[in-house]
Structures are given as structure tokens and as C-alpha cells.
């Protein structure tokens, strides 16, 4: 049994023709599933918390963005008792472009019905005031989170999605925040116990898969079956190299300018001074203090394509 949760608003509405067109190709296969529509934000957490509650052995299927990606995950109750797989709609499509799934509908419904192969992969936890929460691609603080919050009720998300130049959106917003962002004092503390301080952070990543905001190759070497996370800083840069940066780091070259720092660690604590925009997989929310990021080796197994 195949159980689908599918965003039908991701992308500006694109959700639902794709799922109009998936729904084609497993009725044409004579495939056995079921469908969930999600109708409000964390609504595909509920629905995956409630498909994964008797703890059967199931095949879950993600139908939308990073954001859906991100909340079915956060629903599931036992990682070991499921198979997860993806149908990509969304206007960034990082977990798919890191995974090398196909983002073609027709592909990506085969790709689950005849799978390549069974892909053991890394996810991170972030971890805040007792919270936690799971994710996929990346967790950070400070000027990327800020894109993302603006981003999540944009009108040039919106207009740009109709246009089918959903990734832009994120180029359009980071060159605002840019101007508007400011560097904050930042302590990582990384799990083999050294400690890095900066002055003048604009934001601090930690790193499942290579690339996030639509194609931004923000930690290029980063690898979900290393056991590890990046954790990707910008300290002391100043605005106008930081706009220079960013569109060679679509390319992975952003890593020569002066102030960019990676470091591979199972974990790092962030502390920062003042309060600070944070997202988990682009889903924002508010932090102060000290959160922890950190790796959960092999924790999710995905329905892959091809050789990876």
C-alpha cells in the first residue's frame, strides 16, 4: 500500500496538477494507495503522525515542496517501519536536485513504483528550548532564514511560480536582505569540542544535502551518507562581496571569498546574541539563545533513483 500526502497549494497551485497527472499514471498501473490532501501549514505532519500511528510497515510518499518534505518527516513516527519517496513540485526542489530524483511527474511516480534502489540516507535534527524537529536539506539562522521567511507569503513567489521561475524567488529576496540583514555575534561549538567565534555573522547553516534556496550550492562537498553535517558561515563579508557571493555559489565557487568558512561535524551548539530568524528545510520560525544542530546517521530510508 502506497500512502500519498500531497501540498495541492505548493508552487502557487502547481500541487494539484501534478497529482492530476501522478493519479493518471498509478490508476493506469492498477497501483493500491490512498491519498491526503493537506488544507493548512503542518497540516502533512498531522496526516504523516496519524498514517504512521500503527506502527506498519508502509511506503510514504511526499507530494510538494522542501516544506512538505519537511513536515511529512516531522510526522513519522518510526523512521525504521517506513519507505519514503518524492514527488517534487515546489518552487526550490533541493531535496530532489541533491537526491537526483526526477522532477518529471511521469518519472518520478515510475521512479516510485520501480524504484532503482533503496537509498539509507542521513537526516539532521534540530534541536531548541525542548524542541526538535527533523530536516531534510538544511537548518540555519540569520540571512538565509530571513529569505525563507519572507519567501513562505511572497507576491514574487507567487508571480514567479506562474511563470515557472519558482527559483528566482530566492534570488529576488536575498538581494533585499541583503541591505537589510545585520551581523551578529555567533558562537559555534562543534562536536569535537573547539569552539568558533565570530563577530560579524550573517548567517550559519548546518548542512545535510549540498545546495538549498533553489540551487545555491552553499556547502558543495556536502554528503547525506557521511554521518555528518556542514556547517556553512558567512562572518565579516561585507554587502556588496556578499552580493557578489551569492551567484557563485549556484556554481560552488562562492568558497574563495574571504569570510566564507565550512566545517564537517556530527554536531555544532549555535549561540547568538539577539534574536534571529531560523528555518528547518525553509520553514521559518524565531530563535534566541542556543539551538543545536546535529547529524542522525542512515535515519531515513528513500525510495532513490539510479546511482547516486
Known amino acids: 500500500m502506497y500512502y500519498f500526502i500531497v501540498n495541492p497549494a505548493s508552487r502557487s497551485g502547481n500541487g494539484k496538477y501534478v497529482w492530476q497527472k501522478a493519479e493518471k ?4 498501473e492498477n497501483t493500491e494507495y490512498r491519498v491526503y490532501f493537506t488544507s493548512y501549514q503542518g497540516h502533512a505532519t498531522k496526516l504523516a503522525r496519524d498514517i504512521t500511528a500503527r506502527g506498519e510497515r508502509l511506503t510514504l510518499i511526499a507530494v510538494g515542496g522542501d516544506g512538505t518534505v519537511n513536515e ?4 513519522i513516527r518510526d523512521f525504521s517501519r517506513v519507505i519514503f519517496g518524492y514527488i517534487p513540485t515546489g518552487s526550490s526542489n533541493d531535496f530532489a536536485r541533491c ?3 526526477p522532477t518529471d511527474t511521469e518519472a518520478a511516480v515510475q521512479n516510485i513504483l520501480h524504484p532503482a534502489r533503496f537509498d539509507k540516507i542521513d537526516l539532521g535534527l534540530m534541536e531548541r528550548n525542548g ?3 527533523y530536516f531534510a536539506v538544511s537548518s540555519g539562522c540569520g540571512f538565509d532564514a ?9 507576491r514574487m ?3 514567479l511560480n506562474r511563470l515557472h521561475l519558482g527559483k528566482l524567488t530566492y534570488a529576488g529576496i536575498a538581494l533585499k536582505q541583503i541591505i537589510l540583514c545585520k551581523p551578529v555575534p555567533v558562537t559555534v561549538t562543534l562536536s569535537n569540542g573547539k569552539s568558533r567565534i565570530f563577530s560579524k555573522a550573517y548567517f550559519v547553516s548546518g548542512m545535510n544535502c549540498c545546495c538549498e534556496g533553489g540551487g545555491l550550492r552553499l556547502s558543495p562537498r556536502a554528503d547525506v551518507h557521511d554521518g555528518a553535517l556542514d556547517f556553512f558561515v558567512v562572518n565579516k563579508l561585507g554587502k556588496l562581496l556578499i552580493g557578489l557571493m551569492l551567484p557563485t555559489a549556484y556554481i560552488g565557487l562562492h568558497t574563495i571569498f574571504p569570510g566564507v568558512h565550512i566545517y564537517r561535524a556530527r554536531s555544532a551548539q549555535i549561540t547568538v546574541s539577539g534574536v534571529l530568524p531560523l528555518h528547518t528545510d525553509g520553514e521559518p520560525c524565531l530563535m534566541k ?4 544542530l546535529s547529524c542522525c546517521p542512515q535515519a531515513l530510508t528513500l525510495l532513490a533513483a539510479g546511482d547516486k
Open 99 to 101: 537526491m537526483g530524483l
Open 146 to 154: 530571513a529569505v525563507c521567511q519572507e519567501a513562505l507569503d511572497s
Open 72 to 75: 511529512v518527516l516531522n510526522g
Open 131 to 133: 524542541q526538535k524537529r
Open 157 to 159: 513567489k507567487r508571480l
Open 25 to 28: 499514471i498509478l490508476d493506469q
Open 289 to 292: 539563545g542556543t539551538v543545536t
